[in-house]
């Protein structure tokens, strides 16, 4: 029907994988896969290739970082946030990550026909409490609307950008041997919270998601001078799977230690009962950062007194040999590889 | 379960409307009245405020144009494009109706589960040609997959940045008594071809859409040095909607001709079948284009000697009025008001 000259076969063995599978969007080895063998070589172009949480881009002499998330998270609303705020804190990290100081947001609704309209202002007002908080303003928008049966309440999509005011290049390509590997906080709440929601689990306290806004903790890692490497949210596949891209994309070993890491009690049992590794939970207010070691300490101490820090630490280093693979040491002392998840260990977290 | 301060009232009466309607996104008066009653003032900034296809702003001395779409369209496959080259096209569109130049794209997907690993191949190879042929890169993206059932095969975001290489001030605020408005060719192929495929008609040849990216034929226009006072490309609500929309944000009257207004025979005898009005059907390869009398010829060559604008004509004119409505003035020399339709004409036709 359609003058369609797409010649070149499907990049993924239509064999193995004949449709899209949930896995496919969860953050482990499917998702990278689709993305690097289908989507990066079919729109080839330098920024594209870089894969990072932002696309950095210079323009009239000045550095521009360009990013885009959907959030299809279920439910709307979770202990710590919603999807609206998830939206907005998702994207505005996602330029923090390339060191950019985020300005502004666009916000695409793709809203399931029959959405009580009290839950959709709940979300708006929910999405500009947290743009303000973070300083950046949704400038553009864009509302569709689909049948019902045809989506799943709402999706939100919010692209942003931002301004990169130093002269680093805050990428996986900076990160060195000898590099410490730090965190902001204790990891896994956002997913936690989540499948706590989904699987009914009640717990003495409940646990909320760790979703916020980290620009402000970058610009003062930038204030001090502390000449940052790379940085990653640990969004999607969870620590596991940041340190795994990072450490393909720099070519380099990357070590840390289990007892280092730090996990919420009520975190890790209830990834206990539902058999799930806290190492590959999301987070969605937390992220790696890889600094030279002369920088550690300060470092670690400007993120500990901001209050989205306070529970920051040094998780590992950056190791000497130049093979892309992640070594975890365990409480008892034994490194074993630490292998990114196949497929969809959480999905719809974000 | 969670601290939400949502204390101002729905701004949309819960009573009239307690669920979101499919109208909400057609592009009539329920959406303008979302968007101007709930996502605006919520969002509250100068930017989003001119309500405009992009929103353009000031980065290091120079105008950046900044623009989102959500693209839904049913079928995904369709005569003359597929929801890729759409999304491609919508966004670029909506760069170039602030007059800026369209650089770069970001692609978000919201893939339901079993969608035909082929099928997503196909599309996003659709994407790369026609970000080729309108000079555009993708350089972000994100891929989330939802579980089956709770989305529609393929739902695409794309946002765009873009480039303001030229001093004026493009948008409905400039638009002046005596203006002409012209469109760059026939209306209302991109509802009616996939309108067609949805009821099953058939016609002696197919209606193919006008889906196709007309920042060219705006470079050229700036290039001949054409006052551009406002464009706006004929989509959601077509040819209707958009003058409303200018007439409304302007403050002018607006009359256009109906003798003078091109619409093709088979796409006429197409929305008589289905009962649509052509001026209502969208397009999303034609525009409005409001500039000077003085320079309306040369503008008309300039869209004509295209082969995107071949069948540029001009529509009408701007009065003196300072009085927001759209006058219409049938075959029959008979003048009346062309009011915008209030809900749903066409769904996710983009």
Not at 27 to 40: A, N, P, Q
Not at 53 to 82: I, M, N, W
């Amino acid at each position: 029907m359609q003058p369609l000259d797409f010649s070149a076969a499907c990049p993924i063995p239509i064999r193995d994988y004949p449709h899209v599978l949930l896995a496919h969007g969860g953050g482990g080895k499917l998702m990278h896969r689709l993305i690097g063998e289908m989507f990066v070589p079919a729109f080839r172009n330098d920024l594209l290739e870089a894969q990072h949480d932002s696309s950095v881009f210079e323009l009239a002499g000045q550095r521009l970082a360009f990013t885009t998330d959907s959030y299809v998270v279920r439910p709307l609303f979770f202990p710590g946030g919603d999807v609206g705020s998830l939206a907005v804190h998702g994207t505005v990290n996602d330029l923090a990550m390339s060191g950019a100081r985020p300005l502004y947001l666009s916000a695409g609704f793709i809203i399931e026909e029959g959405l009580p309209m009290d839950t959709l202002w709940r979300i708006v007002s929910s999405m500009q409490r947290a743009a303000a908080s973070a300083g950046v303003q949704i400038i553009t928008g864009d509302t569709k609307v689909v049948d019902k049966g045809k989506g799943d309440g709402l999706f939100i999509n919010t692209s942003g950008i931002g301004v990169v005011e130093h002269s680093l290049t805050i990428a996986p390509r900076s990160v060195r041997p000898g590099d410490a590997i730090l965190v902001n906080g204790d990891l896994g709440r956002h997913g936690m919270a989540i499948m706590a929601v989904r699987e009914g689990l009640e717990f003495e306290s409940t646990i909320e998601s760790d979703s916020a806004p980290v620009s402000g903790l970058v610009s003062e890692l930038l204030r001090a001078g502390v000449e940052i490497h790379c940085l990653r949210d640990l969004t999607r596949g969870g620590l596991t799977s940041v340190l795994n891209e990072i450490s393909e994309a720099a070519s380099l070993t990357l070590s840390v230690e289990e007892t280092l890491i730090p996990v919420r009690e009520d975190v890790r049992g209830a990834c206990e009962i539902l058999g799930l590794d806290p190492l590959q939970v999301a987070c969605e207010g937390r992220f790696a950062a890889f600094v030279p070691e002369r920088d550690a300490d300060r470092a670690l101490a400007v993120l500990a007194a901001h209050p989205l820090g306070a529970g920051a630490c040094r998780i590992g280093k950056v190791m000497e040999q130049a093979s892309a693979r992640v070594l975890l040491k365990s409480a008892m002392g034994v490194q074993r590889i630490l292998d990114m998840a196949s497929g969809e260990q959480l999905p719809r977290i974000c």
